[in-house]
Protein backbone atom coordinates (compact mmCIF):
# COMPACT_ATOMS: atom_id res chain seq x y z
CA UNK A 1 0.00 0.00 0.00
CA UNK A 2 0.78 3.50 -0.83
CA UNK A 3 0.20 6.39 1.18
CA UNK A 4 1.09 10.24 0.71
CA UNK A 5 0.01 12.46 3.48
CA UNK A 6 -0.31 16.27 3.71
CA UNK A 7 2.70 16.24 0.69
CA UNK A 8 3.53 19.63 -0.33
CA UNK A 9 6.54 20.15 -2.85
CA UNK A 10 7.84 23.77 -3.22
CA UNK A 11 10.34 25.14 -5.62
CA UNK A 12 12.53 27.93 -5.27
CA UNK A 13 13.93 30.60 -2.53
CA UNK A 14 11.99 33.66 -0.50
CA UNK A 15 9.90 35.21 -2.70
CA UNK A 16 10.20 33.27 -5.44
CA UNK A 17 8.58 30.10 -4.16
CA UNK A 18 6.54 27.65 -6.33
CA UNK A 19 4.25 25.35 -4.56
CA UNK A 20 4.38 22.71 -7.13
CA UNK A 21 2.01 19.93 -4.61
CA UNK A 22 -0.34 21.45 -2.30
CA UNK A 23 -1.35 19.39 1.14
CA UNK A 24 -1.89 16.01 -1.23
CA UNK A 25 -3.17 13.19 0.30
CA UNK A 26 -3.74 9.61 -1.60
CA UNK A 27 -3.72 5.49 -0.22
CA UNK A 28 -3.17 3.47 -3.56
CA UNK A 29 -3.80 -0.05 -2.34
CA UNK A 30 -1.83 -3.31 -3.19
CA UNK A 31 -2.15 -4.58 -6.42
CA UNK A 32 -4.73 -1.76 -8.11
CA UNK A 33 -4.12 0.53 -11.12
CA UNK A 34 -4.30 4.10 -9.89
CA UNK A 35 -4.50 6.95 -12.34
CA UNK A 36 -3.57 10.93 -11.86
CA UNK A 37 -4.72 12.74 -14.48
CA UNK A 38 -4.73 16.50 -14.97
CA UNK A 39 -3.25 19.06 -16.85
CA UNK A 40 -0.41 20.30 -17.88
CA UNK A 41 1.38 22.24 -14.76
CA UNK A 42 -1.13 19.98 -12.46
CA UNK A 43 1.50 18.80 -10.48
CA UNK A 44 1.69 15.36 -11.65
CA UNK A 45 4.86 14.34 -12.15
CA UNK A 46 5.83 15.93 -9.44
CA UNK A 47 3.53 13.74 -6.96
CA UNK A 48 4.87 10.87 -8.52
CA UNK A 49 8.46 11.25 -8.15
CA UNK A 50 7.57 11.72 -4.74
CA UNK A 51 6.53 7.95 -4.35
CA UNK A 52 9.54 6.89 -5.00
CA UNK A 53 11.68 10.05 -3.75
CA UNK A 54 12.97 11.27 -6.67
CA UNK A 55 11.38 14.26 -5.78
CA UNK A 56 12.13 14.96 -1.83
CA UNK A 57 8.48 16.66 -0.65
CA UNK A 58 8.85 19.85 1.43
CA UNK A 59 5.94 18.85 4.30
CA UNK A 60 4.47 15.75 4.48
CA UNK A 61 5.05 11.59 4.64
CA UNK A 62 5.43 8.82 2.18
CA UNK A 63 4.32 5.40 3.32
CA UNK A 64 5.10 2.10 1.83
CA UNK A 65 3.56 -0.64 3.31
CA UNK A 66 3.35 1.63 6.82
CA UNK A 67 6.95 2.37 6.30
CA UNK A 68 7.77 6.44 6.43
CA UNK A 69 10.48 6.20 3.48
CA UNK A 70 10.92 9.98 4.07
CA UNK A 71 12.95 9.02 7.20
CA UNK A 72 15.15 6.80 5.48
CA UNK A 73 19.08 6.98 4.55
CA UNK A 74 20.28 7.27 1.37
CA UNK A 75 21.15 3.86 1.87
CA UNK A 76 17.59 2.62 3.10
CA UNK A 77 15.99 4.77 0.33
CA UNK A 78 17.94 2.73 -2.33
CA UNK A 79 16.71 -0.82 -0.93
CA UNK A 80 13.23 0.75 -1.10
CA UNK A 81 13.78 1.80 -4.69
CA UNK A 82 14.22 -1.69 -5.54
CA UNK A 83 10.78 -1.90 -5.07
CA UNK A 84 9.80 0.30 -7.73
CA UNK A 85 10.34 0.34 -11.13
CA UNK A 86 9.66 3.30 -13.22
CA UNK A 87 8.89 4.05 -16.94
CA UNK A 88 8.63 7.21 -19.25
CA UNK A 89 7.10 9.32 -21.96
CA UNK A 90 10.76 8.70 -23.55
CA UNK A 91 11.88 5.16 -23.53
CA UNK A 92 15.99 6.24 -22.67
CA UNK A 93 16.86 3.08 -24.21
CA UNK A 94 20.63 2.72 -24.90
CA UNK A 95 21.08 3.13 -28.87
CA UNK A 96 24.14 1.01 -29.40
CA UNK A 97 23.22 -2.16 -26.96
CA UNK A 98 20.52 -5.00 -28.18
CA UNK A 99 17.39 -5.00 -26.74
CA UNK A 100 18.58 -7.95 -24.54
CA UNK A 101 21.37 -6.03 -23.07
CA UNK A 102 19.22 -3.01 -22.19
CA UNK A 103 16.94 -5.10 -20.48
CA UNK A 104 19.86 -6.89 -18.81
CA UNK A 105 21.39 -3.37 -17.60
CA UNK A 106 19.10 -3.40 -14.60
CA UNK A 107 19.81 -6.58 -13.54
CA UNK A 108 23.84 -6.19 -13.99
CA UNK A 109 23.10 -2.51 -12.12
CA UNK A 110 21.65 -4.17 -8.96
CA UNK A 111 23.92 -7.09 -8.67
CA UNK A 112 21.34 -9.46 -10.19
CA UNK A 113 23.28 -13.00 -10.06
CA UNK A 114 25.07 -13.00 -13.29
CA UNK A 115 23.92 -16.79 -14.04
CA UNK A 116 20.24 -16.30 -13.79
CA UNK A 117 20.94 -13.19 -15.73
CA UNK A 118 20.11 -14.76 -19.37
CA UNK A 119 17.18 -16.69 -18.22
CA UNK A 120 15.63 -13.56 -16.64
CA UNK A 121 16.01 -11.36 -19.32
CA UNK A 122 14.14 -14.36 -21.44
CA UNK A 123 11.51 -13.93 -19.52
CA UNK A 124 10.85 -10.16 -19.33
CA UNK A 125 10.79 -10.12 -23.37
CA UNK A 126 8.22 -13.01 -23.39
CA UNK A 127 6.37 -11.28 -20.65
CA UNK A 128 5.88 -7.93 -22.74
CA UNK A 129 5.60 -10.37 -26.00
CA UNK A 130 8.74 -9.72 -27.56
CA UNK A 131 11.24 -12.60 -27.60
CA UNK A 132 12.27 -12.25 -31.11
CA UNK A 133 13.51 -9.16 -30.49
CA UNK A 134 16.01 -9.97 -28.27
CA UNK A 135 19.04 -9.49 -30.84
CA UNK A 136 17.76 -6.13 -32.21
CA UNK A 137 18.91 -3.41 -31.21
CA UNK A 138 16.18 0.22 -30.63
CA UNK A 139 16.70 1.97 -34.02
CA UNK A 140 14.85 -1.04 -35.11
CA UNK A 141 11.60 -0.89 -33.20
CA UNK A 142 8.30 1.01 -33.02
CA UNK A 143 7.42 3.22 -30.51
CA UNK A 144 5.09 0.77 -29.19
CA UNK A 145 8.30 -2.09 -29.21
CA UNK A 146 10.66 0.57 -27.49
CA UNK A 147 7.91 1.01 -24.92
CA UNK A 148 7.92 -2.74 -23.95
CA UNK A 149 11.56 -3.07 -23.56
CA UNK A 150 11.11 -0.04 -21.27
CA UNK A 151 8.46 -1.70 -18.94
CA UNK A 152 10.58 -5.15 -19.08
CA UNK A 153 13.73 -3.06 -17.69
CA UNK A 154 11.30 -1.42 -15.10
CA UNK A 155 10.25 -4.96 -14.26
CA UNK A 156 13.33 -7.11 -14.09
CA UNK A 157 14.08 -6.46 -10.38
CA UNK A 158 10.68 -8.30 -9.55
CA UNK A 159 9.56 -4.75 -8.02
CA UNK A 160 5.75 -4.35 -6.08
CA UNK A 161 5.02 -1.12 -7.66
CA UNK A 162 5.44 0.38 -11.22
CA UNK A 163 5.33 4.12 -11.89
CA UNK A 164 4.08 4.83 -15.14
CA UNK A 165 4.81 8.71 -16.16
CA UNK A 166 2.90 9.77 -19.57
CA UNK A 167 4.08 6.34 -20.75
CA UNK A 168 1.96 6.26 -23.88
CA UNK A 169 1.89 10.06 -24.76
CA UNK A 170 4.65 9.98 -27.42
CA UNK A 171 3.26 6.97 -28.46
CA UNK A 172 -0.26 6.78 -31.54
CA UNK A 173 -3.56 5.63 -31.25
CA UNK A 174 -2.90 1.52 -32.05
CA UNK A 175 0.61 1.84 -29.98
CA UNK A 176 -1.21 2.70 -27.10
CA UNK A 177 -3.60 0.50 -26.65
CA UNK A 178 -1.31 -2.05 -27.13
CA UNK A 179 0.59 -0.84 -24.05
CA UNK A 180 -2.60 -0.43 -22.34
CA UNK A 181 -3.63 -4.13 -22.45
CA UNK A 182 0.40 -5.22 -21.35
CA UNK A 183 -0.29 -3.38 -18.40
CA UNK A 184 -3.88 -4.54 -17.84
CA UNK A 185 -1.91 -7.98 -18.37
CA UNK A 186 0.74 -7.51 -15.99
CA UNK A 187 -1.10 -6.13 -13.76
CA UNK A 188 -3.18 -9.81 -14.03
CA UNK A 189 -0.75 -11.64 -13.71
CA UNK A 190 2.08 -10.40 -11.36
CA UNK A 191 -0.58 -8.35 -8.99
CA UNK A 192 1.87 -5.10 -9.30
CA UNK A 193 0.76 -1.95 -8.26
CA UNK A 194 0.96 0.08 -11.35
CA UNK A 195 0.71 4.26 -10.68
CA UNK A 196 -0.07 6.25 -13.89
CA UNK A 197 0.25 9.50 -15.03
CA UNK A 198 -1.38 10.97 -17.97
CA UNK A 199 -3.81 13.37 -19.54
CA UNK A 200 -5.24 10.98 -21.46
CA UNK A 201 -9.20 10.37 -20.48
CA UNK A 202 -9.36 7.62 -23.16
CA UNK A 203 -5.90 5.39 -21.17
CA UNK A 204 -7.38 6.64 -18.10
CA UNK A 205 -11.01 5.08 -19.07
CA UNK A 206 -9.42 1.90 -20.54
CA UNK A 207 -6.93 1.24 -17.91
CA UNK A 208 -7.35 2.38 -14.43
CA UNK A 209 -9.29 1.10 -11.77
CA UNK A 210 -9.12 4.39 -9.60
CA UNK A 211 -8.39 8.09 -10.48
CA UNK A 212 -7.36 11.17 -8.82
CA UNK A 213 -8.08 14.67 -10.65
CA UNK A 214 -5.09 17.38 -10.10
CA UNK A 215 -5.39 21.14 -10.75
CA UNK A 216 -2.70 23.76 -9.93
CA UNK A 217 -0.61 21.04 -7.66
CA UNK A 218 -4.09 20.31 -5.43
CA UNK A 219 -5.92 16.68 -5.59
CA UNK A 220 -9.45 17.72 -6.22
CA UNK A 221 -11.32 14.17 -6.54
CA UNK A 222 -10.97 10.86 -6.32
CA UNK A 223 -13.36 8.17 -7.43
CA UNK A 224 -13.44 4.74 -8.89
CA UNK A 225 -13.41 5.24 -12.38
CA UNK A 226 -17.16 4.27 -13.45
CA UNK A 227 -18.12 6.94 -11.34
CA UNK A 228 -15.47 9.47 -12.40
CA UNK A 229 -17.30 9.14 -16.03
CA UNK A 230 -20.38 8.74 -14.94
CA UNK A 231 -20.56 11.60 -12.09
CA UNK A 232 -17.76 13.78 -12.05
CA UNK A 233 -18.25 16.35 -9.25
CA UNK A 234 -15.59 18.84 -9.65
CA UNK A 235 -15.38 21.44 -12.55
CA UNK A 236 -11.59 19.70 -13.58
CA UNK A 237 -13.00 16.12 -13.81
CA UNK A 238 -16.50 17.33 -15.37
CA UNK A 239 -14.25 19.12 -18.18
CA UNK A 240 -11.57 16.37 -18.87
CA UNK A 241 -14.67 14.12 -18.65
CA UNK A 242 -16.70 15.93 -21.19
CA UNK A 243 -13.99 15.90 -23.54
CA UNK A 244 -13.90 12.25 -24.28
CA UNK A 245 -17.72 11.90 -23.94
CA UNK A 246 -17.56 14.90 -26.61
CA UNK A 247 -21.26 15.30 -26.41
CA UNK A 248 -22.13 19.09 -26.62
CA UNK A 249 -25.11 21.17 -27.95
CA UNK A 250 -24.56 22.99 -30.97
CA UNK A 251 -24.34 26.50 -30.80
CA UNK A 252 -27.02 27.44 -33.63
CA UNK A 253 -29.48 25.64 -31.38
CA UNK A 254 -32.55 27.37 -30.67
CA UNK A 255 -35.04 26.12 -27.80
CA UNK A 256 -38.50 27.05 -28.85
CA UNK A 257 -41.68 27.85 -25.76
CA UNK A 258 -43.11 24.75 -26.28
CA UNK A 259 -39.61 23.20 -26.05
CA UNK A 260 -37.25 21.65 -23.73
CA UNK A 261 -33.74 20.38 -23.54
CA UNK A 262 -32.43 17.93 -21.62
CA UNK A 263 -28.92 15.77 -20.97
CA UNK A 264 -29.64 12.29 -20.22
CA UNK A 265 -27.51 10.14 -18.65
CA UNK A 266 -27.37 6.20 -18.43
CA UNK A 267 -25.56 3.68 -16.49
CA UNK A 268 -25.01 -0.07 -16.32
CA UNK A 269 -28.13 -1.67 -17.30
CA UNK A 270 -30.11 1.47 -17.85
CA UNK A 271 -28.46 2.04 -20.66
CA UNK A 272 -30.00 -0.90 -22.29
CA UNK A 273 -33.75 0.55 -21.77
CA UNK A 274 -35.88 1.85 -24.60
CA UNK A 275 -36.61 5.18 -22.72
CA UNK A 276 -36.75 7.90 -25.47
CA UNK A 277 -38.90 5.47 -27.50
CA UNK A 278 -41.56 4.70 -24.67
CA UNK A 279 -41.81 8.02 -23.43
CA UNK A 280 -42.56 9.18 -26.87
CA UNK A 281 -45.14 6.45 -27.29
CA UNK A 282 -47.17 6.91 -24.01
CA UNK A 283 -47.36 10.62 -24.18
CA UNK A 284 -48.30 13.10 -26.46
CA UNK A 285 -44.48 14.59 -27.11
CA UNK A 286 -41.97 14.19 -30.01
CA UNK A 287 -38.30 13.74 -29.03
CA UNK A 288 -35.22 14.45 -31.25
CA UNK A 289 -31.36 12.89 -30.28
CA UNK A 290 -29.09 16.23 -30.90
CA UNK A 291 -26.29 14.14 -30.10
CA UNK A 292 -25.01 11.32 -27.79
CA UNK A 293 -22.55 8.46 -26.89
CA UNK A 294 -22.81 5.34 -25.04
CA UNK A 295 -19.33 3.73 -24.32
CA UNK A 296 -17.97 1.08 -21.90
CA UNK A 297 -15.40 0.88 -18.67
CA UNK A 298 -14.33 -2.65 -17.88
CA UNK A 299 -17.32 -3.90 -19.80
CA UNK A 300 -20.02 -2.10 -18.11
CA UNK A 301 -21.83 0.62 -20.03
CA UNK A 302 -22.96 3.93 -19.12
CA UNK A 303 -24.13 6.90 -21.80
CA UNK A 304 -25.10 10.43 -22.59
CA UNK A 305 -28.12 11.49 -24.64
CA UNK A 306 -28.45 15.29 -25.16
CA UNK A 307 -32.64 15.47 -26.29
CA UNK A 308 -34.76 18.10 -27.30
CA UNK A 309 -38.46 17.24 -25.63
CA UNK A 310 -41.37 18.92 -27.87
CA UNK A 311 -45.51 19.45 -26.78
CA UNK A 312 -47.75 20.83 -24.91
CA UNK A 313 -46.56 21.98 -21.40
CA UNK A 314 -48.63 19.34 -19.89
CA UNK A 315 -47.38 16.64 -21.45
CA UNK A 316 -43.85 17.37 -21.17
CA UNK A 317 -44.36 17.83 -17.39
CA UNK A 318 -45.62 13.82 -17.46
CA UNK A 319 -42.64 12.94 -20.19
CA UNK A 320 -40.44 14.69 -17.90
CA UNK A 321 -41.40 12.92 -14.17
CA UNK A 322 -41.30 9.09 -16.30
CA UNK A 323 -37.58 9.72 -17.94
CA UNK A 324 -36.26 11.34 -14.42
CA UNK A 325 -37.74 7.71 -13.01
CA UNK A 326 -35.93 5.72 -15.87
CA UNK A 327 -32.53 7.28 -15.88
CA UNK A 328 -29.46 7.46 -14.01
CA UNK A 329 -29.53 11.59 -14.33
CA UNK A 330 -31.76 14.28 -16.17
CA UNK A 331 -30.29 17.63 -16.47
CA UNK A 332 -32.04 20.66 -18.03
CA UNK A 333 -30.28 22.46 -20.18
CA UNK A 334 -32.33 24.82 -21.93
CA UNK A 335 -36.97 25.62 -21.93
CA UNK A 336 -39.08 26.30 -19.28
Do not use: W
Request: net charge negative.
Amino acid sequence: MIELKNIDVEFGQGSQRFQAVKNADLTIQKGEIFGIVGPSGAGKSTLVRVINMLQQPTRGQVLIDGQDITKLNRKELRKVRLNMGMIFQHFNLISGSTIAENVAFSLYANKYPKDKIPERVKELLDLVHLPEKADAYPANLSGGQKQRVAIARALANHPEILLCDEATSALDVENTEEIVELLKEINQKTKITIVFITHEMEVAKKLFDRIAFMEQGEIKEVSDIYTAFTEPREPIAKSLVERVLNVSVPEALKVGNDEELLRLSYTGDDSYDPVISMASKNYDITMDIISGKVDYIHDKPFGVLIVMLRGEESERKKALVYIEKNVYKMEKLGGK
